[in-house]
């Protein structure tokens, strides 16, 4: 523990003298501290990269892929008519459409109620069934039924919300609506599927006990598909029926308006009554799209690169300036594009053929004239980027550039890749940037020694000081009590 009043007794300035001393123990830490400084930038710069590498990596798969080169994109002429949509088997078509009419579903309606008003004649406490069959109308009273036959029970004392929410909760395919007309309700039943096939019928279950059938249940009933064959049940809104279109002179009854697979992967959504074109092409502003994002992808990390290796004289240069392997890997990305593609004779060979082109400042642009060109030639431009002739199995001499480009990205992420070598990108990155972080910890650690060592240091001088300034106030005292002892004795012998 510092003494503060060291230097009473010397009259020495201890603290400005300590403080020098401990001072000239610390200036490694300047060194140490603009050397961390330095680091935690070129940390952060490798950060930068790594993601800007996975970017590229990513960009690169998707031309590496065969399945990116045979997308393929869908258009309607009129999408109020119709709406298409493409799956993975989709494949090139043209279909001339003319919706006739749409698929639809049956719909019944009931007679008009008070809200509060029963369903059952004066109210009460009877209890009903309705059997909700489903299947298909092939008569005005003929029924074919499909499956099992779904029973809801039903009180006298309901309303029409009560009577829709027991036919909704017995999820036996149809579904019940309370509309509110004039203020008066009445309950429509629709079927959830649309369809010739997907009709219903209602009918009142026999009197059974302990159930007693009340008045007014067969208000609720459809037991005939004709709207002027049923006295006493709900009325018909709208028949189940198929959607009717033409595609391309063909005559097609769907049960539904999604037509699925009419053609390999595409899938058509009818919506209205008229005709549309539907175009089913392969999708050339997607492939486009894909490699702008991996010219942009390839230029932002070489941007990165020549920034944080850049000279200025007389200025602020990269922090990773005159670092070797760091130009090393901005060259050898250069040098990948001075390669050739040997998969085939015939075809492009180079990036530049078909518009990538680096610039002098290292940035890859894409030349939208050559491309669209190039775009002619689509399987010649596909293999530019994809697996060559061993498949699947890489091969830096025979595979597109979008596989190298993955590969090697790969590789330069590669945690643990072995021996770091720029010439191959075995792991270089990653592990560069895990040097970078063990060296700023090497540095922290140096900084906490120098430290320690300085306060060590301190503490012993500020203990010798004290000792000093013990001894010096000794002697002062000594040498004021003889000095005052002479002069006593110098009055008595006068």
């Known amino acids: 523990m510092a003494i503060s009043s060291t230097g009473i007794g010397s009259g020495l300035d201890v603290n400005s003298i300590v403080t020098q001393l401990v001072a000239i123990?610390?200036?490694?830490?300047?060194?140490?501290?603009?050397?961390?400084?330095?680091?935690?930038?070129?940390?952060?710069?490798?950060?930068?990269?790594?993601?800007?590498?996975?970017?590229?990596?990513?960009?690169?798969?998707?031309?590496a892929k065969d399945s990116s080169w045979t997308v393929q994109a869908a258009t309607s002429s009129d999408t109020a008519i119709a709406t298409v949509s493409t799956g993975a088997t989709a494949i090139s078509a043209e279909l001339a459409l003319n919706v006739i009419t749409l698929a639809q579903s049956q719909s019944v309606f009931s007679k008009t109620l008070a809200p509060t008003a029963t369903v059952g004649v004066g109210g009460g406490t009877a209890t009903g069934k309705l059997s909700i069959a489903l299947g298909t109308w092939t008569g005005a009273t003929s029924f074919t039924t499909v499956g099992t036959p779904v029973d809801v029970t039903i009180n006298a004392s309901d309303n029409y919300t009560k009577v829709a929410a027991a036919i909704n909760a017995a999820n036996a395919g149809v579904r019940a609506t309370v509309l509110t007309i004039g203020g008066m309700d009445q309950l429509s039943i629709q079927s959830t599927t649309a369809g010739s096939s997907s009709g219903f019928k209602i009918t009142p279950v026999p009197k059974t006990l302990p159930d007693v059938n009340f008045d007014g249940l067969d208000s609720l009933s459809y037991t005939a598909e004709d709207i002027t064959a049923g006295t006493s049940g709900m009325q018909r809104a709208q028949r189940g029926s198929n959607a009717s279109v033409n595609i391309n002179g063909v005559l097609i009854d769907a049960p539904t308006n999604t037509l699925t697979n009419i053609t390999p992967g595409v899938t058509v959504n009818l919506l209205k009554t008229g005709p549309a074109q539907v175009s089913v092409v392969q999708d050339k502003p997607g492939?486009?799209?894909?490699?702008?994002?991996?010219?942009?992808a390839y230029t932002a990390l070489s941007k990165t690169l020549s920034d944080a290796t850049k000279y200025v004289p007389g200025g602020t240069s990269g922090v990773l300036q005159g670092d070797t392997t760091t130009v090393g890997l901005?060259?050898?990305?250069?040098?990948?594009?001075k390669t050739s593609y040997t998969?085939?004779?015939?075809?492009?060979?180079?990036?530049?053929?078909?518009?990538?082109?680096?610039?002098?400042?290292?940035?890859l642009t894409v030349n939208s004239t050559s491309l669209t060109t190039a775009m002619e030639n689509m399987a010649s431009l596909q293999t530019l980027f994809t697996y060559g002739t061993d498949g699947p199995t890489y091969n830096k001499q025979t595979d597109g550039f979008g596989v190298r480009f993955r590969e090697f990205a790969k590789e330069l992420l590669n945690a643990g890749g072995g021996t770091t070598s720029v010439s191959t990108g075995n792991g270089y990155v990653t592990n560069k940037a895990a040097a970078?972080?063990?060296?700023?910890?090497?540095?922290?650690?140096?900084?906490?020694?120098?430290?320690?060592?300085?306060a060590a240091v301190e503490k012993r001088l500020r203990v010798q000081y004290s000792a000093l300034d013990a001894k010096m106030a000794t002697m002062t005292?000594?040498?004021s009590y003889v000095t005052a002892q002479l002069a006593q004795w110098n009055k008595t012998t006068n």
């Open 343 to 363: 998969g085939s004779t015939t075809g492009y060979k180079y990036l530049s053929d078909v518009g990538l082109q680096i610039q002098t400042d290292g940035s």
């Open 330 to 337: 901005q060259k050898l990305m250069r040098e990948m594009f």
């Open 25 to 63: 123990e610390k200036q490694p830490l300047k060194t140490l501290q603009t050397a961390a400084s330095k680091l935690q930038s070129q940390v952060s710069i490798y950060g930068t990269i790594k993601s800007q590498i996975a970017t590229m990596q990513d960009a690169a798969t998707k031309l």
């Open 287 to 296: 492939i486009q799209t894909n490699i702008q994002a991996f010219a942009d």
């Open 436 to 454: 970078l972080q063990a060296a700023i910890t090497r540095n922290s650690a140096e900084q906490e020694k120098v430290s320690t060592r300085a």
């Open 477 to 479: 005292s000594l040498s």
